[in-house]
């Protein structure tokens, strides 16, 4: 059974830096492709970034593109977004996912292209 497991989120002042971290067991890791979500209240699941299962091609929001960095420790099992220049408008819940194919090489994008989900960690941005 595949699990993710997100740390890491908390209360930070505008302008400063987070790293959140997301464990997965249940299956081989390094074959699938991994993403990081957000949903603020009142609004939709939106996307954040994602990483390919060979970590060689990254993708991001327009939104968060030169302030976060996501990636990938296949020893760990564990996939980071790293995220500095923090904006009150970054504070939501975040959940990574992960797909269901291996080898995964389609859209990144919408939330129906992962199958398995965390729990969620909240990030809260004060101004």
């Known amino acids: 059974q595949v699990q993710l497991v997100e740390f890491g989120g908390g209360l930070v002042q505008a302008g400063g830096s987070l790293r959140l971290s997301c464990a997965a067991s249940g299956r081989t890791f390094s074959s699938y492709a991994m993403g990081w979500f957000r949903q603020a209240p009142g609004k939709e699941r939106e996307f954040v970034a994602a990483?390919?299962?060979?970590?060689?091609?990254?993708y991001y929001a327009d939104s968060v593109k030169g302030r976060f960095t996501i990636s990938r420790d296949n020893a760990k099992n564990t996939v980071y977004l790293q995220m500095n220049s923090l904006k009150p408008a970054d504070t939501a819940v975040y959940y990574c996912?992960?797909?269901?194919?291996?080898?995964?090489?389609?859209?990144?994008?919408?939330?129906?292209?992962?199958?398995?989900w965390g729990q969620g960690t909240q990030v809260t941005v004060s101004s």
């Open positions: 990483i390919s299962w060979s970590g060689g091609s990254t």
């Open positions: 996912a992960t797909t269901a194919t291996k080898y995964y090489s389609g859209s990144y994008w919408g939330p129906q292209e992962y199958a398995y």
